[in-house]
């Protein structure tokens, strides 16, 4: 599952990249932002509990139209895309890493005894 969820957001991030490379070169204006947001969302209320995936491909340029609305034009097209992208690469090896840190049980009988030995006794559940 985890697998298949980073799979997902990579090529959804992916595709929506071009989705809103395309939408951020359209002439637009305080009124038309706000009609492609209000757009925006509901088909990604629609579609998130269907295909994460496909969803993703509209998260994208709702994301960066909401970031970047007060700057639009600011930066290079192209910069704002290829920044926006790596950092969803590397968003998702961390979360790869944390799914994998959290289903391997040989990960967490190794590191889990010394990251208990931190936690102050306080935190600790009492023994009944």
Not at 76 to 89: G, H, K, M
Not at 111 to 123: F, M
Request: hydrophobic content about 60%; charged content about 15%.
């Amino acid at each position: 599952a985890v697998w298949n969820r980073q799979l997902q957001r990579v090529l959804g991030t992916a595709i929506g990249m071009l989705f809103a490379w395309w939408l951020l070169s359209l002439p637009l204006d305080a009124w038309r932002i706000a009609l492609l947001v209000i757009l925006l969302v509901f088909v990604i209320e629609s579609l998130v509990v269907r295909h994460y995936g496909l969803a993703v491909i509209f998260i994208t340029p709702l994301t960066i139209l909401l970031a970047e609305a007060a700057t639009l034009g600011a930066a290079p097209l192209a910069e704002l895309i290829e920044s926006r992208f790596i950092d969803t690469v590397l968003g998702c090896i961390v979360g790869l890493v944390g799914g994998i840190c959290l289903h391997s049980a040989r990960f967490r009988a190794v590191v889990g005894r010394p990251l208990r030995r931190l936690v102050p006794s306080r935190h600790l559940p009492r023994d009944a």
